[in-house]
């Protein structure tokens, strides 16, 4: 495969399957692609359906930009988890700090459980809700995503997060995936408020009150002993009856306040950090598994289009498409795998010129390219056997139109290394020097060697 297709084990089944879509939604939106090259190219790959459809979007994704943008997405895409990961881990020690202060006044107990479990009970609620009634992402799920496109800055890049999310909903993986980010996030929130925590604790001397005007010590004790028998189970400590009650005041006993930072530590890890780590496992083995099942779904009319070109009842001449909304630069490159032997080529001679000239052993004559169905034939040789030297011989007489500089930068794709020949022409005639000028431009855009002498020597030995 020329060197503008994608190589499959460079992208995982994941990314291929995210171009696939990406192409097709790009396809609903600006209209079928110019993609002759990219169907022989699958064609030629063989395989049922949907691996046909996936090598003709990878090379298309790989010609247009989409390849190189979804790179530049998950590079953004990292970028903002990691400003997500700092954001965590800020906002827990903040947390903990806010909770315990600087050890000048008493700690209001239930303030400070208020302080590190209270959003994050909040916003663990809201996802319950939001998974109940059937949303696919949470808030924060959703600012990944949009900062996520933000930081691509690539306008190849437009179809890509509607696709993944297409892609994701069909087998409802969406809310795993960004389930498995959200609770993670949180994970490290209430990691470091824990952490922070316990070296506080442990640095410095707190004392532990709780106040109220209009309850009694009784609800304080039941409130204390039922959010703290969990943990207890766990292993963290608990205060008895009498502790909590001689808690309305700031407690100076040493094991009061060692039995309330036990309590502290085993609520917020209880009930904070334990579910957002079960949750975050849970949805990570979900999303491991509907992976696995992730596949195109061939029903869609955008897919469905394609059966004929890709697996065709039989071969038809002539156009079936429709012309492309943007006509796609030329573009040419060469084959980076195997090849043998030396090939020479024409296209659109004059028919008085005299055809092929003599060539030296061992290089072939593939003749005069006048027909779509000989370039066709030509092509799908090429792709079975590739030269390592080829020389297109063009007449610069004619102008170097677009459909010609296609063909060529679709030869050259085709072999090891690629010459244009541009012919001399006929004795007596002269040759227009803007149009050779012309044809130099157009094979410089292109970056292919081109020569007005005969390149047999190069075509026999590979070099001049």
Known sequence: MSDTSPTSTSLSRLDQLWLTEAIRLREEHAGPLEDAEANRCANAAGGDLGQRIQARALW??????????LQHWRQGARLAALL?????????????????????????????????????????????????????????????????????????????????????????????????????????????????????????????????????????VFLTQALGALPGLLGFSLPDAETIRASSSVVGAE?????????????????????????????LWRWTQGRARLNLDLGLPGYSLLRERLQPASERLGVFDAAPAELMEPRAGNLNGASQGALLVAIELDDRRPWPPALPKGV????????????????????????????????????????????????????????????????????DSQRLEDWHQALDNLALPHTQGAPMNWLETGHD
């Open 60 to 69: 298309l994704a790989q010609r247009d930009g989409q390849a190189q943008a």
């Open 84 to 220: 997500l990961v700092v954001l965590a881990l800020v906002s827990g020690t903040g947390a903990a700090f806010a909770a315990l202060g600087d050890g000048q006044r008493p700690v209001n107990l239930f303030w400070a459980l208020g302080t590190l479990l209270g959003l994050h009970l909040l916003t663990l609620l809201g996802w319950a809700l939001s998974f109940g009634l059937g949303s696919s992402a949470s808030a924060l799920g959703r600012l990944w995503l949009w900062t996520s496109g933000k930081l691509a800055r690539d306008a190849q890049a437009a179809h890509l997060a509607p696709a993944l999310l297409l892609l994701l909903q069909r087998q409802g993986l969406t809310r795993w995936g960004l389930g498995a980010l959200v609770h993670g996030a949180w994970l490290l929130a209430l990691g470091s408020a824990l952490m922070v925590l316990l070296l506080l604790l442990a640095t410095r001397r707190y004392g532990f009150v709780w106040e109220t005007t209009i309850l009694g010590s009784d609800t304080f």
């Open 255 to 283: 094991p009061a306040r060692q039995a309330w930072s036990g309590w502290l530590l085993g609520v917020t890890f209880t009930y904070g950090l334990l579910p957002r780590l079960l949750l975050a496992l849970f949805c």
């Open 364 to 431: 072939g004559d593939a003749g005069v390219l006048d027909s779509r169905e000989q370039r066709q034939r030509l092509l799908d040789q090429l792709s079975r056997f590739p030269p390592e030297r080829l020389a297109v011989a063009c007449d610069p007489r004619r102008s170097p139109d677009r459909g010609t500089l296609a063909l060529i930068g679709e030869l050259a794709r085709s072999a090891g290394q690629t010459r244009v020949w541009l012919l001399p022409p006929p004795s007596g005639e002269a040759l």
